[in-house]
């Protein structure tokens, strides 16, 4: 017989339908034609808590810290157990020759499975081996269990996937307990309560520190005013602006007077200055004509989804994994655990499948005119030497993108459901639009050593932006004002004299940081602590991020649980509560490095050079233990 283990119930019963298991539950797991189908419910199996190795680690001594056991403890989870006991006594039927661990396609979803694996003791003359799919659809499952690998083959993503939990559970309860032990007293004083207990966690506590450095910013902001001069200049076709700034020749060059290169401290300097420049001559100097195109943007993972999600739907990070993992149970899309934004060379090949699918099964009319235009103009689907196209850039999985497939769930989704799985669609068939293409035309007017500069600029082919009617930000409307000057600049020529018409005082402010929404966060957690708004420079400059797809949106999800941060509802704005903040004063005066990004990047590093066989386990491990060593070695010193 063949085992097969899937991660929850309706996952199994994909599973039986391709391999025509006859899916009436039998208590826990369906039976026939050869094969035995169950599976988890999420976790079975966790770490014990540290009375479990001795009682009087129950209280909270310093005594009995820094707790680093040898040998580690797990046990079933409770309300669980009967599940539990059900996988086991499967695992262990003597007629099973083929364990198959069909468990989510990652870190995580490793982790789960082998910890049933290591609890139930499996028949030792079965085989294990491990499916890893892309997606719930019958191709897919059949290549997964066709393609599945000896077990052995993910020995070292198991491997990262413990020292993950062993990291978080170490960090967590004895960084938890020194801090609550040693500023517990006064934090519950300050806060008005009897007694008050110190939540840390690896990530958990870097995020906080991440949104309390951005509240303070903000609070701690002066807001300064400067003044810019815009000049309007006029020729036979008709007036045009342009913006003075400061030029190495200029009388206010390296100026006290300047707060940046075109804006002045005083309004009154700008007025003086102006002054010096009237009933003078005006020349063109520099004339420059381009065109200008821009790709449609790369395919989402779950971070990129998750920001578009709250941008768009007001939605919270784990509200949008969990709509995603619907529709990939529901065979609509591929994976949505992924850190990648591009297709592996092998999908790229076979897309067409995921485009006819779409083109004959999905009835919204917005994508059937999409696809109908694709198909009219006879846009390309060869995408192997396009930047969505980079096996180098994936790790487990490639890019979410739509199935073409499983249209016989759609109509049962909800509105915000149907409009997250639209979301995704139209991201992908973006990438085979044509690029937008820009006319631009950039002027520099010289009054004797001072120079003005305009632009113009105007979209002359729509392209990718028919497909994501992208909303424009606060610098692209300004440019749609400054687009009227397109036809005059673009007739004017070098050398020509303008006749200045009159000079405008516009006055600024300089801006505070904005506050993180909860899907930026995700974002800047991604980029180790950097929020990037430029999209490009995002991917370009990605490494090693805080936590990880996985568990992003569920890190965030605890800090509100727990109260060190606030959410709006309507906004998904990010502000921190007054015991959040206190929390982030305790951390920082005690161990600050603890909130510093970098720190938890390197971690999350070390866990992935171990999946890569780069790192051994032990040397991780040794690392580890000396780091909460010496942070302990510091802390008891201060006390």
């Given at each position: ?515 993180y929404n909860s899907g930026n966060l995700v974002l800047a957690m991604e980029n180790a602590g950097k929020l990037i708004e430029e999209e490009e420079l995002r991917e370009q400059i990605k490494g090693a991020g805080i936590g990880t797809s996985a568990t992003r949106g569920e890190i965030i999800k605890k800090l509100e649980k727990i109260q060190y941060i ?68 510091k802390l008891v010193i201060k006390m």
């Open positions: 017989m063949n085992l097969l283990i899937t991660e929850k119930p309706s996952v199994a019963r994909s599973f039986a339908k391709v391999l025509n298991v006859n899916n009436q539950n039998k208590g826990g797991y369906m039976e026939s034609n050869g094969w035995i189908i169950t599976w988890c419910v999420g976790h079975l199996v966790t770490m014990s808590y540290p009375e479990k190795y001795d009682e009087k680690l129950k209280q909270w001594r310093l005594d009995t810290l820094p707790f680093m056991p040898k040998e580690y403890k797990y046990e079933i989870i409770e309300n669980v157990k009967n599940q539990f006991n059900i996988v086991q006594k499967l695992l262990q039927r003597e007629d099973v020759t083929q364990i198959y661990n069909a468990g989510d396609s990652g870190r995580e979803g490793e982790y789960i499975q082998r910890l049933v694996f290591m609890m139930a003791s499996p028949n030792p003359n079965a085989q294990i081996k491990r499916v890893w799919i892309d997606s719930q659809t019958e191709e897919e499952i059949k290549r997964g269990i066709r393609e599945a690998k000896d077990s052995s083959e993910y020995d070292s993503l198991s491997d990262s996937a413990y020292l993950r939990a062993k990291e978080d559970y170490l960090i967590g309860i004895n960084f938890s307990r020194l801090l609550s032990i040693i500023y517990g007293r006064r934090l519950a004083k300050t806060m008005n309560k009897d007694y008050f207990a110190i939540s840390v966690g690896r990530v958990m506590t870097c995020v906080l520190g991440m949104i309390v450095s951005r509240e303070r910013e903000i609070k701690n902001f002066v807001k300064t005013k400067y003044y810019k001069i815009l000049g309007i200049f006029k020729n036979s076709d008709g007036s045009f602006s342009a913006e003075w700034k400061v030029n190495e020749k200029s009388k206010l060059y390296e100026s006290n007077l300047l707060y940046n290169e075109s804006g002045f401290k005083k309004e009154e300097i700008a007025k003086k200055f102006i002054k010096s420049l009237e009933n003078k001559e005006a020349v063109i100097t520099e004339l420059k004509k381009t065109k200008q195109k821009e790709n449609a943007p790369l395919l989402f993972n779950l971070a990129e989804v998750q920001n578009e999600c709250t941008k768009k739907f007001k939605i919270k990070p784990d509200e949008t994994l969990e709509i995603i993992q619907n529709l990939y149970e529901k065979k609509l899309v591929t994976y949505p655990r992924t850190d990648a934004r591009v297709l592996s060379t092998a999908v790229a090949k076979e897309i067409s499948k995921n485009l006819n699918g779409l083109a004959k099964n999905f009835k919204d009319e917005e994508i059937k005119k999409i696809i109908n235009i694709m198909v009219e103009e006879k846009y390309s689907t060869d995408l192997k030497k396009t930047k969505y196209v980079n096996d180098s850039k994936i790790t487990d999985h490639y890019a979410i993108i739509p199935t073409g497939q499983g249209f016989e769930n759609f109509e049962a989704l909800n509105d915000l459901q149907k409009n997250v799985y639209k979301l995704i669609v139209k991201r992908f068939l973006a990438i085979f639009y044509p690029p937008a293409e820009y006319s631009k035309v950039n002027v520099t007017v010289n009054i004797e050593e001072e120079t003005f500069f305009g632009t113009g600029k105007v979209c002359i082919k729509r392209g990718f932006l028919d497909v994501l009617k992208p909303e424009k930000k606060d610098n692209e409307k300004e440019g749609e004002e400054n687009q009227s000057n397109l036809d005059i600049l673009k007739n004017l020529k070098k050398g020509e004299k303008v006749e200045i018409q009159n000079f405008e005082i516009t006055d600024s402010e300089t801006s505070p940081p904005s506050r606030k959410i709006n509802s309507k906004t998904q704005i990010v502000t921190p509560t007054e015991k959040g903040e206190a929390i982030y004063d305790i951390v920082n005066q005690a161990m600050p490095d603890m909130l510093n990004p970098k720190l938890t990047a390197s971690w999350e590093k070390g866990l992935d050079l171990v999946a890569k066989r780069e790192i051994k386990p032990d040397i991780f491990m040794e690392k580890l233990e000396k780091y909460i060593c010496s942070k302990f070695e």
